[in-house]
């Protein structure tokens, strides 16, 4: 792996060995490594946990604030990260309103860990929700998961139907017709009803409005009635179904207030696993950089 943009700089193997290392406790440490997290749009789970897998590798960690630097003397993106790898570091964590901003940086040095592109893709957030699921399941093979809700908007969706398709899950889509992926090849689009009854996985997506051009198309309850994971649909899922969502969560419109921490809720457990799939997708980077100073997980 000399990148991470999205989950096709991966091959199967490398995603495999991801999912396993997370797996794992015992991660690199010892040698000096640094890393720079440019958030460009705002961040809790992504940004912290990437901190806290940093920290957790004896990482020096750069925070960088847009506000406070170079850019906002008209410095472009592309020679602020060639500052960066000039002061030595190791590889770069950014997040950016712009669809595909990584394709401006092709002349950098420095692996980059794509953490959110505009509506393009997401690949930490899918290899955490990648390890949640085989953490459950065991396998991919034949899981049917449903993507519930903004999938037009969102980042996370684009990802995760890419990679479930590929490794053999099911995936099928609820939500407003207005709000449904362009192009849903090998996937079927759902009533909430139907999606309910016939998921392993409701990966549930917020409402993306910072996307919608200021546009409102529903009020909170009438989303929640039509389109949203009430209590009442929960009662209709399969035993062994889970709860799935990226967060932040919109309670009561996405997802009924009580669901989100119910017995069927992996959304903290996400999170939790959000720590240990970064710690080894910047221990495999910061091992493809040099494996002289990097120990080998054991
Ligand atoms: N899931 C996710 O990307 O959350 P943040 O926007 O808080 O990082």
Not at 203 to 227: C, K
Not at 278 to 291: D, I, P, T
């Amino acid at each position: 792996m000399k990148q991470l943009r999205t989950l096709e700089d991966l091959s199967m193997t490398e995603l495999e060995d991801i999912l396993e290392a997370a797996g794992q406790t015992s991660f690199a440490g010892g040698a000096f490594h640094a890393a720079a997290n440019l958030f460009f749009e705002p961040s809790t789970r992504t940004k912290y946990s990437f901190e806290m897998a940093e920290a957790k590798l004896g990482m020096h960690r750069f925070d960088f604030s847009a506000e406070a630097s170079s850019i906002e003397k008209g410095e472009s993106l592309y020679d602020t990260l060639k500052t960066f790898e000039a002061i030595g570091v190791d590889l770069f964590v950014i997040r950016h309103p712009r669809a595909r901003f990584y394709e401006e940086l092709e002349g950098l040095q420095v692996p980059v860990i794509n953490a959110g592109d505009g509506a393009g893709n997401h690949p930490t957030q899918s290899l955490l929700d990648l390890y949640t699921m085989k953490e459950e399941f065991g396998s991919f093979r034949g899981l049917h998961v449903v993507i519930c809700g903004d999938t037009a908007h969102s980042r996370v969706a684009n990802t995760n139907a890419w990679i479930l398709k590929r490794l053999g899950a099911r995936v099928s889509y609820a939500g407003p017709d207005a709000w449904m992926p362009q192009e849903v090849s090998g996937g079927r689009v759902l009533s909430m009803d139907e999606a309910v009854e016939q998921a392993d996985v409701m990966m549930m997506l917020r409402i993306q409005t910072e996307r919608h051009d200021g546009r409102v198309a529903y009020t909170p309850e009438t989303y929640h009635r039509r389109w949203g994971l009430t209590e009442a649909r929960e009662q209709r899922m399969q035993p062994h179904a889970v709860i799935m969502h990226p967060a932040p969560v919109n309670r009561g419109v996405e997802i009924a207030d009580s669901l989100v921490e119910c017995r069927r809720s992996r959304i903290f457990k996400q999170m939790e696993n959000g720590v240990k799939v970064r710690q080894a997708v910047l221990h495999f980077l910061l091992q493809s950089k040099g494996a002289d100073r990097v120990e080998t997980i054991s």
